[in-house]
């Protein structure tokens, strides 16, 4: 889960000590460059790298592929446990819903070998979007399904609907309703009567699974799955389920995925992005990094803080197919997922900002 940082929290760290640093790669998308020593080449490739609610994920990912599991079934499979987690607010089942209370979900799956895609968005009543997103890659002409047309080909296909909103994304749905403003006829309610686990919703809270696999052929796949952002506009859909934004996998290089804020990754197609300067030889730290950057210069000013930071999180997961990985992130401190032949863990992301440690 991620927790962009508040208004309230102007006062940051100083930057870390690359964030300004004159950057080779910008602007490059075809190149030579050397790579990064700071990740290097694995010479058992198989590997599975995820968001940092991923960790169970990238684990079961793992065993699947070590049994001979084509790199996508494997990163569907792990994101699913994900996905029916009902203590992840943020994807699938428990997700926290829309401003009407309604949980509606993206998810997206690119097969590296193929070159294919399929996703769905605005997806309400069916917990395991990214089996869905799979299943229009596979048995449509199409790409992309939303709302009610996508909840139609589930159900055609054999998901069953129910409610995805828990007793407890409602309750948190609820407190929010019940503070926004002001200028509504919701009163808050005494704060005796909300539960403690409730208020630490407070702030606006994003958040996102990414599932990327690297098998010993070098083959690589990934999913990205979410409830996007907490009480959006009913409709609005984030960067997720859009191939080239919330995921990208390339067969002759590698893949990236991404969480945090969608609007901001949008515009930039963050994941195509990072692939492509893969591509051009950037290892995956260094085409993060880039990536980040740019975001930061096309960030409008309303979303920047005082020092020109954005007010917002936005993490990338990248993974080359010789092995070499990385997970970025605007605000640090930040983890990632990883399981390979040397165990299952959290590791530490590189980025640009550091957040202040909480008082
Ligand atoms: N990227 C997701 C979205 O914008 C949310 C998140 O990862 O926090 O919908």
């Given amino acids: ?61 793992y065993k699947l592929l070590l049994q001979g599991a084509d790199t996508l079934d494997a990163a569907v499979a792990a994101v699913t446990l994900v996905e029916d987690d009902p203590n992840d607010t943020s994807v699938g089942y428990g997700g926290l819903p829309n401003e009407d209370g309604v949980v509606e979900l993206d998810a997206a799956v690119m097969h590296g070998p193929t070159h294919r895609a399929g996703a769905v968005a605005a997806l309400r009543n069916i917990r395991h979007a990214a089996q869905v997103a799979r299943l229009v890659m596979e048995q449509t002409d199409h790409q992309l399904l939303v709302g009610e047309g996508a909840l139609r080909f589930a159900i055609a296909q054999g998901f069953k609907e129910e409610n995805l909103l828990t007793e407890k994304a409602r309750k948190i749905w609820l407190y929010w309703r019940q503070t926004r403003g002001p200028s509504d006829d919701w009163l808050p309610p005494p704060l005796d009567k909300v539960d403690p686990e409730v ?4 702030e606006r ?10 098998n010993a052929a070098g083959e690589v796949s990934c999913v990205t799955s979410t409830s996007g952002l907490a009480f959006k506009i009913a409709g609005r ?14 067969g002759q290089v590698g893949s990236c995925g991404s969480t945090g804020r969608g609007e901001a990754n949008l515009a930039g197609l963050g994941s195509f992005l990072a692939v492509e300067l893969m591509r051009g030889g950037a290892s995956p730290l260094e085409a993060g990094l880039e990536v980040l950057r740019r975001v930061v210069k096309q960030t409008p000013a309303r979303l920047l803080d005082e020092e020109g930071r954005p007010r917002f999180d ?9 092995g070499r990985h990385a997970g970025v992130s605007m605000w640090l401190p930040a983890r990632y997922a990883v399981t390979d032949a040397n165990g299952s863990r959290l590791e530490e ?7 202040p440690p909480k008082q």
Avoid at 199 to 202: N, S
Avoid at 237 to 250: C, F, K, N, R
Avoid at 314 to 322: H, V
Avoid at 349 to 355: F, I, N, P, T, V
């Fill in 314 to 322: 936005l993490k990338y997961f990248l993974l080359a197919k010789d």
């Fill in 205 to 214: 809270h994003t958040g996102t699974v990414h599932v990327a696999c690297l």
């Fill in 199 to 202: 208020r630490q919703y407070f």
């Fill in 349 to 355: 992301a590189a980025g640009l900002y550091h957040r």
């Fill in 1 to 61: 889960m991620h927790q962009p940082p508040s208004t309230s929290r102007r006062t940051f760290l100083q930057e870390s000590a690359c964030s300004l640093a004159a950057w080779p790669w910008a602007g490059l998308l075809h190149g030579t460059v050397t790579a990064d020593s700071s990740t290097t080449q694995d010479p058992t490739p198989v590997k599975v790298i995820a968001s940092e609610n991923g960790l169970d994920a990238t684990r079961h990912a």
């Fill in 237 to 250: 859909v984030g960067d997720s389920p859009i191939v080239g934004a919330g995921l990208y996998a390339d």
